[in-house]
T-cell receptor, first 114, second 111 residues
Framework: KAGVTQTPRYLIKTRGQQVTLSCSPI?????VSWYQQTPGQGLQFLFE???????NKGNFPGRFSGRQFSNSRSEMNVSTLELGDSALYLC?????????????FGPGTRLTVT | QKEVEQNSGPLSVPEGAIASLNCTYS??????FFWYRQYSGKSPELIMS??SNGDKEDGRFTAQLNKASQYVSLLIRDSQPSDSATYLC???????????WGAGTKLIIKP
């Protein structure tokens, strides 16, 4: 069974631009969670999507948004990029909604904002 | 107090020995606990989940959960240099909808 895929793997953007990241979950998994990982803050939860609806959201500004499609693929968008948005963005898929399910991570998208 | 705490390390263990990694958490009603391994520059990889008090074994890995004392640990038997990585503990805190992650313990296995 194929794992979680994320595109692109690397991205360089300029302050003020916007970016869209894509995540395809493991076949049969209906939940996709997004995380930001930085050396200083560790893994921080952004949001979770299940059945095309955002089910839970972390403590990030509204510049961070996402959506999920009927095939469970998910996209994350960051608008008006700031230098502090430079990070590894990870998505994780799981069978069901919520923190009780095992989550499987994709390889991540490394975003650099200059 | 952080919601999920891990010793940042590095924890240095000789090859072939048992590596013991610990994680404490603040929510007495947490139900789900996970251990992940993350190699430098890679994404986290699930090692094991544990939901009930006691031990759960999978190959060289054993997770131990003690809800009364609010800690979960991971033992790695017969440690190998390939086990050198950062180990992340994740716990559901206050609700069933979000995992809270520890900062991770860096483990170094010395040949």
């Amino acid at each position: 069974k194929a794992g979680v895929t994320q595109t692109p793997r690397y991205l360089i953007k300029t302050r003020g631009q916007q970016v869209t990241l894509s995540c395809s979950p493991i076949s049969g998994h209906r939940s996709v969670s997004w995380y930001q990982q930085t050396p200083g803050q560790g893994l921080q939860f952004l949001f979770e999507y299940f059945s095309e609806t955002q089910r839970n959201k972390g403590n990030f500004p509204g510049r961070f948004s996402g959506r999920q499609f009927s095939n469970s693929r998910s996209e994350m968008n960051v608008s008006t990029l700031e230098l502090g948005d430079s990070a590894l963005y990870l998505c994780a898929s799981s069978l069901g909604q919520g923190a009780g399910y095992e989550q499987y991570f994709g390889p991540g998208t490394r975003l650099t904002v200059t | 107090q952080k919601e999920v705490e891990q010793n940042s390390g590095p924890l240095s263990v000789p090859e072939g020995a048992i590596a013991s990694l610990n994680c404490t958490y603040s929510d007495r009603v947490s139900q789900s606990f996970f251990w992940y391994r993350q190699y430098s520059g890679k994404s986290p990889e699930l090692i094991m989940s544990i939901y009930s008090n006691g031990d759960k074994e999978d190959g060289r890995f054993t997770a131990q959960l003690n809800k009364a004392s609010q800690y979960v640990s991971l033992l790695i038997r017969d440690s190998q240099p390939s086990d050198s990585a950062t180990y992340l503990c994740a716990v559901n805190i206050y609700s069933n909808y979000q995992l809270i992650w520890g900062a991770g313990t860096k483990l170094i296995i010395k040949p």
